[in-house]
């Protein structure tokens, strides 16, 4: 079996390809800059914080992608609020009040899941299962792109200076609340997006490893956005192409790329990489 | 360009119940040059934050006289800044056009000759495309300058801006401060170089917790002043009595 002759021939693949790459264009460039807010980890308690939400939604109205999605949105939205609204009184820094709340989530979501009445299973809800990526599901992550990458394009100035110096923003009265908020928010329909295709937990791997890696090809925020992007995007094929030829679930799959493409980078990447850092050239050398 | 006064009436602010700027009461002229000295501990930065609005004093009041937040430009200490984060020089300078570009508006190529010229003026003209990661601690307080310079702001609050600088980038960024006192504009700076601020800056406050003394350089500045500075015990007095000091102007009024 060829590589290419599988996508053509199973309709399925065509649409898991498709809402692989709609993930890949909007989830890693909210990834680079939570790695330089020193948030790599919040995207995990992110999609944590999502499950009761979608085990609520589950339980309600059925296993719909509307209401499971829904409910995973509303959940997320409201632990990111309660986090930053804490973090933003002074009460504590954000990365531990978000470790509270996602903590506290996550164990209300097992708990729903235990002993709601609906089936759901758990394993699926962390791991998805991005070949029963239906038109619905397809049409929720083209649109969260869209909005994210528009979102971007239109917050990127406040975005990069709140993360910077949030002071500075403060007091020039920039409202650095709102776009950090904003920023969060597109964080958390992101993970909503992707969890029905790869799972709570798989999804962060998309959204984190190719922001991780993409610090070793570029110096530059907007050379690590479009980096970042690419690198997914080659997971997204990679990981879908190893998912049908060595029969391994594919949202792993996709994330195993990703973490490949990341130690290869890591390793021989031309910035501040291994490499780089051994092989230096001659001072003042061209 | 003649900014209001800053007004302090009999202001305390304080850190979980204990002082850190206590009944202080005085005004920093417009057009004035002030440093504040003091010992470590002695609230110095405190005031700072309070003269800018990120602390609200616990007691007495702040008049600003109308000034707009963006008005006030602010120079905190620099270390809590991510200096590997992948920024250019002049992205960073840029952020001081905020109060005039705002969030989403492209700037014109006037403001970015400004931008140039900015650098210029902090001594690093050909830096505009550096990344900030490469700069040394020294190099990126004056690209904080520059940063300050396109800010335009009529009030000036340095904390310690001199510190880990050497000699003759401390004299480049003295130019700065001149031009800036030449133009009108208030300057309040934290600082422990004596001789600097004898030599810079005609006024001083002396500040331990209270105010030692708050006029003149040469005057509060002596022998015995700095002496009554050094007194200021540090450590929080856990016994002390709820402090009753009459409270003035629009506070007992109320």
């Known amino acids: 079996m060829g590589l290419i002759e599988p996508f053509l021939e199973f309709y399925f693949l065509r649409r898991a390809l498709a809402g692989g790459i709609a993930l890949a264009l909007s989830a890693p460039p909210l990834g680079v800059f939570l790695v330089q807010r020193r948030l790599s980890l919040i995207g995990d308690a992110l999609g944590h914080a999502i499950l009761p939400g979608v085990a609520v939604g589950a339980a309600l109205f059925g296993l719909s992608l509307v209401a499971m999605s829904g409910g995973g949105l509303l959940a997320g939205l409201a632990v990111m609020l309660a986090a930053g609204l804490a973090a933003r009184g002074g009460a504590m820094r954000e990365d531990a009040s978000l470790a509270g709340f996602y903590l506290v989530s996550l164990a209300l979501g097992v708990a729903l899941v235990s002993w709601g009445p609906a089936q759901l299973d758990l394993l699926e809800l962390l791991f998805g299962s991005v070949l029963a990526v239906d038109d619905a599901a397809l049409l929720l992550m083209a649109g969260t792109a869209t909005v994210t990458l528009i979102s971007l394009a239109v917050i990127w100035r406040p975005l990069v200076i709140e993360t910077f110096d949030a002071g500075f923003l403060r007091a020039q009265d920039g409202k650095g609340a709102l776009w950090h908020l904003w920023f969060l928010a597109l964080v958390v329909l992101n993970l909503v997006a992707a969890f029905q295709a790869l799972g709570t937990l798989m999804a962060v791997g998309l959204m984190m490893l190719p922001a991780v890696a993409a610090r070793f090809v570029s110096p530059t925020l907007a050379g690590q956005v479009v980096a970042s992007v690419a690198i997914a995007t080659l997971a997204v094929v990679a990981g879908l192409t190893l998912s049908v030829q060595a029969d391994i679930a594919t949202g792993p799959a996709i994330v195993l790329c990703a973490g490949a493409l990341w130690l290869a980078l890591l390793v021989a990447g031309p910035e501040a990489s291994l490499a780089a850092r051994r092989l230096r050239r001659p001072h003042l050398a061209r | ?254």
């Open chain 2, 1 to 254: 360009m003649t900014p209001p006064p800053l007004v302090l009436d009999n202001v305390t602010v304080a850190y979980a119940r204990h002082p850190a700027v206590h009944h202080l009461s005085g005004c920093f002229a417009p057009g004035s040059m002030t440093a504040v000295v003091g010992p470590n501990g002695a609230g110095k930065t405190t005031l700072l934050r309070a003269l800018v609005g990120e602390l609200q004093p616990e007691s007495g009041r702040i008049d600003r006289g109308g000034l707009a937040p963006g008005a006030i430009g602010y120079l905190p200490q620099a270390s809590a800044l991510d200096r590997s984060f992948p920024l250019a020089c002049a992205e960073v300078a840029a952020m001081g056009m905020w109060a005039a570009a705002g969030p989403f508006r492209a700037l014109s190529p006037v403001e970015r000759d400004r931008i140039e010229e900015a650098l210029a003026a902090v001594g690093l003209r050909s830096f505009a495309a550096r990344p900030i990661a490469t700069l040394s601690a020294g190099q990126f307080q004056r690209l904080l300058f520059a940063r300050l310079l396109l800010q335009d702001a009529p009030v000036l609050l340095l904390d310690e801006p001199f510190n880990a600088i050497d000699t003759r980038t401390t004299a480049d960024l003295i130019r700065v401060l001149r031009r800036w006192h030449g133009e009108g504009r208030t300057i309040i700076a934290v600082l422990h170089d004596l001789e600097l601020v004898r030599a810079e800056f005609p006024d001083t406050l002396l500040l331990a917790r209270e105010p030692i003394a708050w006029g003149r350089t040469a005057e509060a500045l002596t022998a015995e002043t700095l002496f009554r500075a050094r007194l200021m015990a540090e450590a929080w007095d856990e016994t002390a009595e709820p402090c009753h000091r009459a409270t003035s102007g629009s506070r007992r009024a109320a």
